[in-house]
T-cell receptor
Framework: KQEVTQIPAALSVPEGENLVLNCSFT??????LQWFRQDPGKGLTSLLL?????REQTSGRLNASLDKSSGRSTLYIAASQPGDSATYLC???????????FGDGTTLTVKP | DTGVSQDPRHKITKRGQNVTFRCDPI?????LYWYRQTLGQGPEFLTY????????KSRLLSDRFSAERPKGSFSTLEIQRTEQGDSAMYLC????????????FGAGTRLSVL
């Protein structure tokens, strides 16, 4: 059974700091990995999608990497801003199970 | 492109009642997914459709839950005989064909069972 873990559960940083969020998964038979952002009481906003054959994707200040063999992905946020405060979730599409499995997220607070 | 639309946004019901939620995917997206999310947890997969075919259904779903996607357009999720444990946010997502299964989510329906 696929399990996705995100550590830490919460993170607080001062504005301007570069930071890394971690996502690990137990079964490397994944089709893709997707990072999302969720604001309180809202739906999920897609940030980046990495296919299983890719190693990284970039969008603006965000960079996501994928290492399938070790079951890990990182989301790098450069020059953090208070508007980046949200919960960040990763999800893998499990090829064997034919479904998505999410982590429980990392709640990020960026202090002005 | 108006995004994934879910209705209603909030639903309060009494235990034992039936409720139905609707999801309208992004136009021409062939895949549609339903998830349930409780406070502090990541979304939990319930089921997904490719066009009108239901391809996968979580074992977590009891037979009180049913989902349909007639004609491969909008979808409905029905919960029969609701229980307090069904209180959660119900999220819908859709994916376009040939885009690597990227999922776009709606704002969700928050269900409160009293």
């Amino acid at each position: 059974k696929q399990e996705v873990t995100q550590i830490p559960a919460a993170l607080s940083v001062p504005e301007g700091e570069n930071l890394v969020l971690n996502c690990s998964f137990t079964d490397s038979a994944i089709y893709n990995l997707q990072w999302f952002r969720q604001d309180p009481g809202k739906g999920l906003t897609s940030l980046l999608l990495i296919q299983s054959s890719q190693r990284e994707q970039t969008s603006g200040r965000l960079n996501a990497s994928l290492d399938k063999s070790s079951g890990r992905s990182t989301l790098y946020i450069a020059a953090s801003q208070p508007g980046d405060s949200a919960t960040y979730l990763c999800a893998v599409w499990d090829t064997n199970a034919g479904k998505s499995t999410f982590g429980d997220g990392t709640t990020l607070t960026v202090k002005p | 492109d108006t995004g994934v639309s879910q209705d209603p946004r909030h639903k309060i019901t009494k235990r034992g009642q039936n409720v139905t939620f609707r999801c309208d995917p992004i136009s021409e997206h062939n895949r549609l997914y339903w998830y349930r999310q409780t406070l502090g947890q990541g979304p939990e997969f319930l089921t997904y459709f490719q066009n009108e075919a239901q391809l996968e259904k979580s074992r977590l779903l009891s037979d009180r839950f049913s989902a349909e996607r007639p004609k491969g357009s909008f979808s409905t999720l029905e919960i029969q005989r609701t229980e307090q444990g069904d209180s959660a946010m119900y999220l819908c997502a859709s994916s376009p064909r040939g885009m690597g299964n990227i999922q776009y989510f709606g704002a969700g329906t928050r269900l409160s069972v009293l």
